[in-house]
T-cell receptor
């Protein structure tokens, strides 16, 4: 079962920052926070992951609270193409584990 | 570097027929996963190969589904005989096996299956 809690849906105006929250209060010390998104019917797309430090890449930033019980994915300048379902996932990332998807957050970017 | 590729992208078959889906993982990726999403439901895990061995097949719905990965390269997922409830999109994913490194899993674009 998924070990994260996300809002069902969110709206964000185009050009603004989209901040997607995720609660993972039972996260273990060796589990990473991963974010994926699924745009329409395409395959899930990897966005970013982190352990305890904030992370940034060309797509997004990931802010993890100090107690690691929650995190926020930030899309700095949302475009219409960012409309998708965003999944927050916790996993060890070892050779043996897999991704368990929850319901995710449906993000609507409004023109 | 090519991503995870899946074939066919779309397939329409009649109930009772057989369909075989193919997945080519990213070159060098020993982990290979199959997932599916049926209409209105969440993406569900089906099974996980490590090279040619089935590491975890706990998500396979029933014995009408057979996955193989001979030689540890590409994989096939056969549905025989197909039922209406098998309709959906089947995703394949792959990742490296590297000790001590977070192994990001990358997904293909999926194979859409419609059983009529």
């Amino acid at each position: 079962d998924a070990k994260t809690t996300q809002p069902t849906s969110m709206d964000c105006a185009e050009g603004r920052a989209a901040n997607l929250p995720c609660n993972h209060s039972t996260i273990s010390g060796n589990e990473y926070v991963y974010w994926y998104r699924q745009i329409h019917s395409q395959g899930p797309q990897y966005i970013i992951h982190g352990l305890k430090n904030n992370e940034t890449n060309e797509m997004a930033s990931l802010i993890i609270t100090e107690d690691r019980k929650s995190s926020t994915l930030i899309l700095p300048h949302a475009t219409l193409r960012d409309t998708a379902v965003y999944y927050c996932i916790v996993r060890v990332g070892s050779r043996d584990d897999k991704i368990i998807f929850g319901k995710g957050t449906r993000l609507h970017i409004l023109p | 570097e090519a991503g995870v590729t899946q074939f066919p992208s779309h397939s329409v078959i009649e109930k009772g027929q057989t369909v075989t889906l193919r997945c080519d993982p990213i070159s060098g990726h020993d982990n290979l996963y199959w997932y599916r999403r049926v209409m209105g439901k969440e993406i569900k895990f089906l099974l996980h190969f490590v090279k040619e061995s089935k590491q975890d097949e706990s998500g396979m719905p029933n014995n009408r589904f057979l996955a193989e990965r001979t030689g540890g390269t590409y994989s096939t997922l056969k549905v025989q005989p197909a039922e209406l409830e098998d309709s959906g999109v089947y995703f394949c994913a792959s990742s490296h096996i590297r000790a001590g490194v977070r192994n990001t899993i990358y997904f293909g674009e999926g194979s859409w299956l419609t059983v009529v």
